[in-house]
Structure formats: C-alpha cells, structure tokens
C-alpha cells in the first residue's frame, strides 16, 4: 500500500470507526480482524495483500456492508466497491 493509499484508507477507517461502527477485515483467506472499534488495529492490519475486504457491523454486530479495497492504482481508487447503502457511501465519501 503507498502512502497515499493509506492516508485514503485511513481517513474511512477512521470515519466507520467515528460512526460507531465495528470493523472485521478480510485478506481473501483470513480474518485478522474481528469486530473492532480499533481504527489503528485494523489500519495495521490492512495493506498487506493486494486487495481486501472490509466489512462493516452495527454495534450488535450486524452486517452493514462491504469496502473492498484494491492496491496498486491511484489512491483515488483504492475503494473498488462498495455496498450501496447510505452508511457506508457516507463512509467512503
């Protein structure tokens, strides 16, 4: 992830994060995330793969929907999709 990545992944894990969301992160054959209202838990644990998923929970952990982050294009793509729901376009910004 280039610096300029992680400073866009930041600024949504930060903002779910503020919205009181909680955050389970998957590399596409793991969770080393589960559930965490740890922005800088789950930013460490992002970046480390070519492309991830970041699913987003309601405080009873209830499924909100999906970011899927994608590396290596501008930062201005790093967001490949996402569910298209209110929250997380909020989210993503």
């Known amino acids: 992830m280039t610096y300029e990545e992680r400073f866009e992944v930041a600024r949504i894990v930060a903002r779910a994060v503020d919205s009181g969301y909680l955050l389970t992160v998957f590399d596409g054959e793991e969770f080393p995330v589960l559930h965490s209202d740890d922005a800088e838990e789950v930013l460490d644990s992002l970046g480390h793969c070519d492309e991830e998923w970041l699913h987003v929970e309601n405080a009873s952990m209830q499924k909100i929907g999906t ?27």
């Open 67 to 93: 970011i899927y982050f994608v590396y290596g294009n501008d930062a201005d793509e790093v967001v490949c999709d996402c569910t298209d729901k209110p929250e997380i376009l909020e989210i993503v910004g």
